[in-house]
């Protein structure tokens, strides 16, 4: 057996035998939370005369309309509550509607309420009273979605009670739960037994039309190199939440999926993975294509909202579609942004409308067909394998503890180890790390590139979960001769310090992303200058910070440069910044 593989199976054997809570007791205090819950009504349910979302959904489907999704990142509620009553109004003074909007929070949200104020605060509003939250139910007859550090936090049970009061009834992140640690907080058992707890407790409103959202794109799915095992996954979260808990699931996919077709084939794969019977939350917009230049991101907005339309068309299944303003890869959009970005869309859906009758989905129906057939074989050699380790299956909150810990990697290699040397069916996700090595290998490689970096100890980090590129930067220094110490995602600035201590590194290179640079990078700081630390921080990705002064975070390449950090603003600069002394 390799050797790596034995240390994980050894590893899932240890984790088996973890003491956690009794999933019975776990049950008993939903239903007691249950009975004292009354389950509100949003300005949305009102307005159209349904007890939940699901049920506006099922209506849609029937009557082959197709529903529209909007993403609102304001910095804070009362900006979020004018964003979404402006949208309204100008889209209703054109005979359209909005049906549902996410809202991109602020990820100290996953921490209980009292934790909130001792971490950097990040992108999006943060919640704090009943006003907050009745807010974004009442400022518009939108139904409000929230996906973002709710369920799969250390606050999960708190943040599904608020939100079932205000009448949202599908709530998430599951998927987030596996990849998305709350800033500060380190007790994956803890985080477990929320999480298990609140799924416990939307299973209790199952028949009132309460849907547990799952993006399997903030999940394992992003970090997954085949489509298969991200199929195969999606029936592990089916079989976890469906089947032993009892809630009803609701997928959501599409942010990192750029082949059209594929984007078509997951609405496919995911019935046939519900057996038939699935209602998504929404399909997302393929960010992963999206640039700086505005044409050609309203380009792409036309293919992919085409297919996806398409999709429902074909395919209904209750997934809402997302126009993507232009300006989402460079700043968060603005109401007016998104606007013009759902005018669009409804736009694209008349040719859509048009071109569906002369549309073959043969390429999008094998394509669920592969990933389903493989998907399944992983499936049940990962079930078979946990249960082989001593896990018990049947445990909702032993397989969410283990299947953390084990992480996607692992996981992958261990039970879909065999598709490794299958290129066809690669994630894009996959595809663009590789192409993105591709590309800078020749300037990595060069003389002067391996004569500045060769035989140094560099460490490479992400603060948070938007891992690829700076992974695919890890593999471009390696193989330009430095030794790499990849530390991956999530990682807080005392567990950098202590890598670049042990490592005794000579640079950190450091990716972030959540509109947190400024804040973080103070903490980062204040543990180099613990540790006692000097050495070239180079810091890329997404160098903004929310503030309190601003609806939308500000640029803050000036004030990094003040701390000592070096910005970098692509890889064909990041050479000169590294300048290490000999």
Known sequence: MNPAHADALDGLRRLAARPLPRVADLRARARATAGAIRLGRSAFLDAHGVASEFEYKQQSMRDGRIMY?????????????????????????????????????????????????????ETGPMLESSRDWDALAQAAPIQPHLGDFMIGQPASVANAVAALGI??????????????????????GATAAQTCEAMLLLAEFRERGVMLHSYLEDGYGALFRHCATVAAWAMLEHYLVGELVGARLAHCIGGLTRDPLRRVGWVVALQRIHRGEHVGSMIYGDTLSFGHEFEHNRALTAEYLSWDILAQLYAPSGHAVLPLPVTEA????????????QLFGRRVEASARRLFPHVDFGAAEAFADTVCRDGQAIFERALAGLADCGV?????????????RLGAARFEVLFAGHLDKDAALVTDMCALSRDLVDEHRDLFGSDEMRARIAGRRLVVASTDVHEHAAGALAQLLGEAGASVNWLGAEQSPADIAAALERDAADALLLSTHNGMALDYARQLRAALDLAGLELPVVIGGV??????????????????????MLPAASLPGLGKLLEFKR
């Not at 900006?79 to 549902?100: C, K, P, Q, S, W």
């Not at 709530?171 to 994956?188: C, E, H, K, M, R």
């Not at 460079?330 to 970005?341: C, G, L, M």
Request: proline share 6%; net charge neutral; charged share 25%.
């Open 330 to 341: 460079i700043r968060i959009p603005s109401a007016d942004e998104i606007v013009e970005a």
């Open 392 to 404: 018990d299956i049947r445990d909702p909150l032993r397989l969410l503890y283990v299947l953390k």
């Open 543 to 564: 160098l903004n910070q929310k503030t309190a002064s601003a609806a939308l975070p500000v640029p803050v390449l000036d004030e990094l440069r003040a701390l000592g």
């Open 69 to 121: 999704h909007a993403h609102i990142g304001l910095n804070d509620v009362d900006a979020t509550a004018a964003a979404l009553t402006a949208i309204h109004r100008e889209l209703a003074a054109r005979g359209h509607r909005l049906d549902r909007a996410g809202f991109a929070l602020d990820r100290r949200m996953g921490l209980p309420p009292e934790r909130r104020g001792r971490v950097a605060a």
């Open 167 to 188: 009448g949202c009834t599908t709530i998430g992140n599951l998927s987030q739960y596996f990849t998305f640690a709350a800033p500060g907080w380190d007790d994956v």
